[in-house]
């Protein structure tokens, strides 16, 4: 696609139940990123994939988390058991190479957990 | 431990003001260097880079940041401000092999007409 997409782009959710956030990257991109912003915080990184495998998995914040990626393309983020920190903006981006550079965001997801 | 420290937490200026926002990182290796702007109500975008060459990089919308390896900084500066500059600026640092971004916490900037 043109862009980075991202569904939904909002999400209310009661605390303890799992919820799934989409990343679709740009078409040919094989970095894929996902971040997330809290209120008064910078981004924080998740996880990094390239290709279909994460090589970096490091700041995902706990075990509730995981994500994964398929076809090289479309990313799921799963957050299991929702907690009210877990609250954010959850960003993608997608780069067709690492190292940094020619980053593109999504426009994120705003998760809420009530 | 990498990490990128922006200062300005929130910065007001009147239209036509001069603009700098502080941006410092700490990192041993090589690193190649981003200012991001986030406008109200969108996503990320790039405002510009410096990878090498030339430490004064400019970039969209008439800004320009100066790359001071000495100072570990990484400043981002507008001449002169408008209104539609007002919005959430962040520096960030990626090693250049590395696959991690370290942003700085955000300044945000409001540009009063």
């Known amino acids: 696609g043109a862009g980075v997409s991202q569904s939904p782009s909002n999400k209310v959710t009661e605390k303890g139940k799992d919820v799934e956030l989409r990343c679709d990257p740009i078409s040919g991109h094989t970095a894929l990123y996902w971040y997330r912003q809290s209120l008064g915080q910078g981004l924080e990184f998740l996880i990094y994939?390239?290709?279909?495998?994460?090589?970096?998995k490091s700041g995902l914040p706990s075990d509730r988390f995981s994500a994964e990626r398929t076809g090289g393309s479309v990313s799921t983020l799963t957050i299991q058991r929702t907690q009210q920190e877990d609250s954010a903006v959850y960003l993608c981006a997608s780069s067709a190479r690492t190292g940094g550079g020619g980053y593109t965001f999504g426009s994120g997801t705003r998760l809420t957990v009530v | 431990a990498q990490s990128v420290s922006q200062h300005n937490h929130h910065v007001i200026l009147s239209e036509a003001a001069s603009l700098e926002l502080g941006c410092n990182y700490s990192y041993g290796g090589t690193v190649n260097l981003f200012w991001y702007v986030q406008y109200p109500g969108q996503h990320l975008q790039l405002l510009l880079k410096y990878f090498s060459g030339d430490p004064l990089v400019k970039g969209i919308k008439g800004f320009e940041a100066e790359f001071i390896k000495s100072k570990f900084s990484f400043n981002l500066r507008k001449p002169s401000v408008q209104w539609s500059d007002t919005a959430e600026y962040f520096c960030?640092?990626?090693?250049?092999?590395?696959?991690?971004?370290?942003f700085g916490t955000g300044t945000s900037l409001t540009v009063i007409p």
């Open positions: 994939f390239q290709g279909n495998s994460a090589p970096d």
């Open positions: 960030a640092a990626a090693s250049n092999t590395g696959n991690q971004f370290y």
